[in-house]
């Protein structure tokens, strides 16, 4: 597995996690997913979840400051 593969899939399976997080699932079912995404030697998802949920809160915060109107998808 390449560098960009890593970080690739990273990104990815921690979408996955703030999307379930975000649409109903229960904590349970948040920390399975996050639990099993550090069984498959993605051990930083905590870490990479708190920084993209921060950099998506401080996007909307900064457009907000801004005056621009960003529709996010519901």
Known sequence: M????????????????IYIQENGFTDEQVKAEMYEQMV?????????VAALQYYTMRFFIDCKKKGIIVNRVE
């Open 40 to 48: 498959c030697s993605f051990q930083w998802m905590p870490e990479l």
């Open 2 to 17: 390449t560098a960009t593969t890593v970080i690739n899939e990273s990104i990815v399976r921690a979408a996955v996690i």
